[in-house]
């Protein structure tokens, strides 16, 4: 069995978890973070890509409206090419309710959130679909946010930073010593789930970052942290229905936010408390409320072209638990009247303020933190937070320099939408497209297969947004199962030099990368990877049937993409995107027999993820 | 702009399925790299616009964050043609052309447009000032150095086939023959168009005659360019004006209830569809009545066919032992009208022609495409196709080889000089060979018939 020594280990390759690892490597210490799946497979890769301004807590929840606007204004240095600055509109529709947006922009002003109330007309001419029935808007600086581009960059500045980060390797059992009263964390047992190998990392610190499964994380050493788990459901349309991120001036409610994010619009969200982050079934009922209200700020949104619905999962802590009283909103809790016997606490009531445990104080475990709760908007404070009180129990005095140091890659500036077509268009990259939709060209795909670590094509559709677009992998999942098998197979020449993360969705630098590799005829090893690339020799989680890699496996990979895209597909299955999806059917289950490889009982990571909650309930409400 | 909706030109790419149809049939991209292609161009580029925002100014004043050239990310989509074939396939109803048109405008609203474009977009105004002493002016452009200079100066392609002003106008012939013109309780309106009014006179001479010897007294009021060749260039504002000064000088005859007939099939497309759709005045009630008082003349004519008002003192056109074979091409604009090939109803009336109907896609010129010089060869290899159709007629024709082709037939202008420019044959309008064949039109000359 492997062993690897560390300071500190950080549990969850989220936002906050990368984010830790950074702030973490920054400050000097020995760094590991583990992730069970890729980098972002959580929640961090499943939100709607907003980057709060925090007006839209600024009444019920001002602690946490705080800070965002503190984060706001960081993570537009430290993170600049991961953002797109959109602008924000909070726009009073006549469902509205008449006081709110005076109480809304006083909020603002005493909480030095910026401002500006604009002539409706002036906004409507900015955003011609917006409906034109609302009477007053105010604009603040809310944008759009890659929370895959923002992990990874975070993710490369800390493993320059020294820091090691493992996905593919879960958790399986932490480490305790000494006796009640003294227990101390001392290191954890973790699984490689691509290679099937167990590690045991010796810590002198766990940072339990785990998202939604930080009580799953907690239980593991024995302590009880019970998280208010708020599903959200959200639908991207088609194409972008605006440029400017669009909330409802109300008190926050489900469907009330419109999102620009690259090509499409997501509309979120719903809140409903659910027991598990793992088993989240999107309902028809959900869906069908967000078309509703998506209707009131884009009239005929519902009659759009709808590509895809996905849920995530808020990990919301509150230490007082909302025993069925009234939530701590500043107006009083509209709809908290349920008696504390149910499952009482509505999600949507629950503080988005970060929680820090510090379990030395909390339940009397040495060395052991977790961080929850907040936004992706709030992660670097998070770590923050995190890293302070890890200091502190190791008795060391170091300070943060996260907010003061750029990840790599700012110098390119705020993206734009058009980003990867202007560079397509400039270097002539047409013909190179392998996922037309979204414009990812070989280049690109190879050079994310073989720099970052690669099991499913799942992994390199965070990595450079493959299938992301309207054909839903219709045309691109053969093509990359194609070249990823043609690289496994040596037929394709490696890329050259170091690969820039920062860089990871930009067309024209893989090109040139690509392009100076075939000119010196060299490969070099990556420089930035911590861990081995998965190669034909690596072996597949030893509980599966099929004896080979996942990864080697080209069938495995198609069928197993093909489900993940049809699990987001089949809860909005009508109109132009029934369509294409019985055009994408025709092209696997009748030209490739897709129906029929002889994977039937292959498993791959991404397996079990679009089996938990592949069925859409019928439960109407 | 506020009449913009989820279900504008813009967003009818939500209906692409990616299916490929369109790349598979675009004439253009299957000769040139430099267009990527319908698909790639129109549904697929349109997702990475900002589209949301208007293309200009409108009458509010000027949006408050002006597009900047940083914001239009792409450039190939001008080597789109604009000649709809990717239209006419599409599967699933994306306006792959419009989309095209306007990502243009907004290019031109962002980073400004080039004099070529602007003078190209123009041709009533040079059609005008030219007309003032056509002799002069075809003597000025017509030679090789004014078109070397024009190819240097502006980029006009050398080669290009540009027309030639005609002696008298078409106008200034209505004047002249006043007295000879039929009044009638039965009144259609002549939409002639910029090529009709001042290089091609005689294609409304023709259409006059013919609709005279149906009966029907035809009015020719005063009327201004279309817009089409300043919507192909991206110049959508002046189309507009453009457009809603024909609104204004055809309201009366419209709201008579005249129809509008025009010879031109891309003037009375943009007029039936293109300015409508791409200047968003589908609400606008005037261009609504326009739009539904206007006819292809052919559209017009085979109505009278089907009524029985078409005369039928239809006479041969070729003397009984010479077969008159008649390779007839429908151009992009007419089919885009979706009201079949009208031309070819009637024309199969004449006895003794045997028309062959080319399949080819387009000619290539695609109105203003094909005279820029960098979109020259692009449009000649467009052509080709047809070009070669049009010579296999002639071989194919007959054994004794007595079946030489001396025509083609197009309904549209600029086709028509592509195609004389590519076959090296001479080319007329449909109308014109109907007129011949009522004995009203002298074929070879392109003039009324003696006694006419």
Redesign the interface.
């Known amino acids: 069995m492997k062993r690897m020594q560390t300071e500190i280990l950080v549990i969850g390759g989220g936002a906050t978890g990368t984010g830790v690892a950074w702030d973490a490597a920054l400050r000097g210490f020995r760094t590991v973070l583990i992730e069970k799946r890729d980098l972002t497979h959580g929640t961090t890769g499943r939100y709607h890509g907003l980057l709060h301004s925090g007006a839209r807590y600024v009444l019920k929840d001002p602690d946490s409206a705080v800070e965002c606007i503190n984060e706001n204004r960081i993570l537009r240095r430290t993170h600049t090419h991961c953002i797109e600055d959109t602008s924000g509109f909070f726009v009073v529709t006549p469902e509205d309710e008449d006081d709110y947006p005076d109480r809304f922009a006083a909020a603002c002003r005493r909480l030095d959130v910026p401002c500006t109330e604009i002539p409706a007309a002036s906004a409507l001419r900015r955003e011609p679909l917006l409906n034109p029935r609302i009477s007053r808007v105010f604009e603040l600086p809310d944008a759009a946010a890659d929370s895959f581009l923002a992990t990874h960059a975070t993710a490369q500045a800390a493993r320059q930073a020294g820091a090691t980060l493992l996905p593919y390797h879960e958790l399986t059992r932490l480490r305790l010593s000494g006796g009640d009263g003294n227990r101390t964390l001392s290191g954890a047992t973790v699984l490689d789930t691509v290679s099937g190998e167990e590690l045991h990392i010796d810590a002198d610190l766990v940072i339990n970052a785990a998202g939604a499964w930080s009580g799953h994380v907690a239980a593991l050493a024995g302590v009880e942290v019970k998280m208010i788990l708020g599903k959200g459901v959200m639908l991207a349309t088609n194409a972008r229905l605006t440029n400017t991120v669009i909330n409802r001036c109300k008190m926050p409610g489900d469907g009330d936010i419109l999102v620009p994010i690259h090509t499409v619009t997501v509309i979120g969200t719903t809140d409903e408390r659910v027991a598990e982050p793992e088993d989240l079934p999107i309902e028809q009922w959900e869906i069908d409320l967000m078309l509703t209200e998506g209707d009131k700020l884009v009239p005929g949104l519902s009659r759009s072209r709808i590509l895809r619905a996905w849920a995530g999962v808020r990990p919301l802590y509150q230490e007082t638990q909302l025993a069925g009283g009234p939530a701590q909103s500043e107006n009083g809790a509209q709809s908290n009247e349920c008696p504390a016997t149910e499952l009482p606490q509505d999600s949507r009531d629950a503080t988005r303020a970060l929680a820090l445990l510090d379990h030395q104080q909390r339940d009397g475990i040495r060395g052991f933190i977790t961080i929850t709760g907040g936004k992706w908007t709030t992660f670097r404070l998070m770590a923050e937070s995190a890293v302070d009180a890890a200091c502190e129990q190791l008795g060391v005095s170091r300070h943060c320099r996260t907010a003061g140091t750029p990840v790599p890659g700012v110098e390119q500036g705020h993206y734009w939408l058009g980003h990867r077509l202007s560079e397509v268009e400039d270097e002539k990259l047409q013909s190179e497209l392998i996922c037309e939709c979204e414009l990812v060209t070989r280049s690109m795909l190879e050079g994310a297969v073989q720099r970052n670590p690669t099991v499913t094509l799942d992994d390199l559709r965070r990595d450079v947004r493959l299938g992301m677009g309207p054909c839903q992998g219709g045309f691109c999942t053969y093509r990359a199962v194609g070249i990823l098998h043609q690289l496994r197979a040596g037929e394709a020449s490696p890329a050259a030099g170091e690969w820039n993360v920062a860089h990871m969705q930009s067309p024209a630098h893989h090109h040139r990368d690509s392009a100076a590799a075939e000119a010196t005829g060299t490969g070099s090893e990556s420089a930035l990877s911590p861990t081995p690339t998965p190669t034909d020799d690596s072996h597949q989680r030893s509980a599966a049937v099929d004896p080979q890699a996942a990864v080697s496996q080209p069938n495995l990979l198609l069928r197993d993409f093909l489900q993940e895209r049809w699990k987001g597909v089949a809860p909005i299955l009508w109109g132009q995107q029934l369509r294409q999806e019985r055009l994408d059917e025709l092209i696997y289950l009748s030209i490739l027999n897709a129906g029929h490889l002889p994977v039937d009982y292959g498993e791959s990571p991404l397996s079990s993820f679009y089996r938990s909650d592949s069925s859409i309930s019928g439960s109407d409400r | 702009?506020?009449n913009?909706?989820?279900?504008s030109v813009g967003?009818s790419?939500?209906?692409?399925?990616?299916?490929n149809i369109c790349t598979s049939y675009c004439p253009v991209s299957e000769v040139t790299?430099s267009f990527?292609g319908p698909?790639?161009a129109a549904?697929?580029?349109?997702?990475?616009?900002?589209?949301?925002?208007?293309y200009y100014e409108?009458d509010?004043g000027p949006?408050?964050?002006p597009l900047t050239a940083?914001?239009?990310?792409?450039?190939?989509v001008d080597y789109c043609s604009g000649c709809r074939v990717c239209n006419e396939v599409c599967p699933?109803g994306v306006r792959i052309a419009e989309i095209n048109a306007r990502a243009r405008a907004r290019i031109v609203a962002a980073r400004g447009l080039s004099l070529r474009n602007r003078l190209l977009g123009r041709n009533e105004l040079l059609g005008r000032i030219g007309s003032i002493a056509p002799g002069l002016a075809n003597f000025a452009l017509h030679n090789s150095i004014s078109r070397k200079l024009a190819a240097s100066l502006f980029g006009i392609a050398e080669k290009a086939p540009l027309p030639r002003w005609h002696h008298e106008t078409l106008n200034r012939w209505l004047a002249r023959t006043r007295t000879q013109r039929l009044r009638s309780d039965r009144k259609v309106v002549y939409f002639h168009g910029c090529a009709t009014q001042y290089y091609e006179p005689f294609v409304g001479m023709a259409a006059i005659l013919v609709l005279e010897h149906l009966g029907y007294e035809v009015i020719v009021p005063p009327q201004n360019c279309c817009g089409l060749p300043m919507l192909s260039n991206g110049e959508f504002s002046a189309a507009e004006s453009y457009h809603r000064r024909n609104v204004a000088r055809l309201a009366q005859y419209v709201n008579a209830g005249y129809p509008i007939l025009g010879t031109s099939t891309s003037c009375t497309l943009t007029l039936k569809e293109e300015a409508p759709e791409l200047l968003d005045l589908e609400s606008d009630a005037g261009t609504r009545a326009l739009k539904l008082a206007t006819w292809d003349i052919f559209e017009w004519l085979r109505e009278r066919l089907d009524q029985d008002q078409l005369p039928s003192d239809l006479r041969p056109l070729n003397r009984s032992d010479q077969p008159f074979i008649l390779p007839y091409h429908a151009p992009c604009q007419l089919r885009a009208h979706r009201i079949g090939k009208p031309a070819l109803d009637l024309l199969a009336r004449i006895p003794g022609l045997d028309l062959r109907e080319s399949q080819a896609r387009c000619c290539g010129i695609a109105g203003t495409y094909g005279y820029k010089t960098e979109k020259y060869q692009i449009a000649m290899d467009v052509g080709r196709e047809l070009f070669d159709y049009v010579a296999s007629q002639a071989d194919k024709s007959d054994l004794d080889s007595r079946g030489s082709v001396s025509f083609t037939a197009c309904d549209s202008e600029t086709c028509r000089w592509q195609l004389e420019h590519g076959t090296g044959l001479p080319s007329r309008h449909p109308v014109e060979l109907l007129a011949a064949a009522y004995g009203l039109y002298d074929l070879q000359a392109r003039r009324p018939a003696a006694g006419n």
């Open positions: 702009m506020q913009t909706t989820v279900n967003l790419l939500n209906a692409c399925i990616k299916c790299d990527p698909k790639y549904p697929q580029s349109e997702r990475f616009r900002d589209f949301g925002h208007p409108d509010s949006i408050s964050r940083g914001q239009m990310p792409d450039a190939s699933t």
